[in-house]
């Protein structure tokens, strides 16, 4: 069984900072790929940010130069470090990785179960 726990949500205001973090822990043979998502009421759940494990990162066209994704394999753990916060970004955040659970099996895609963050004056 493999768990994600998200941490470091909460309400800022506009131009404020937060980051945030998801550790996986659990029956974890290969932790591949990590990122974030999230989802505003009404709306699908889009991509934010990911990162592949050597490193390699990508960002939605909203997160670039104000997001910044990073991740410590020794400690199974993916960041978020949100700068410039703007109220569009209030959503849940939702983080994924891409985890076999056991050698010769594929990568499946789990969820953590999301941290609130809202950007509000």
């Known amino acids: 069984q493999v768990q994600l726990v998200e941490s470091g949500g909460g309400l800022v205001q506009p131009g404020g900072s937060l980051r945030l973090s998801c550790a996986a822990s659990?029956?974890?043979?290969?932790?591949?790929?990590m990122g974030w998502y999230r989802q505003a009421p009404g709306k699908q759940r889009e991509l934010v940010a990911d990162?592949?494990?050597?490193?390699?990162?990508n960002y939605a066209d909203s997160s670039k130069g104000r997001f910044s994704i990073s991740r410590d394999n020794a400690k199974n753990t993916v960041y978020l470090q949100m700068n410039s916060l703007k109220p569009e970004d209030t959503a849940v955040y939702y983080c994924n990785a891409k985890i076999a659970t056991w050698s010769g099996s594929r990568l499946d895609d789990y969820w953590g179960q999301g941290t609130q963050v809202t950007v509000i004056s």
């Open positions: 659990g029956s974890i043979f290969m932790l591949d790929a």
């Open positions: 990162i592949a494990r050597a490193g390699a990162t």
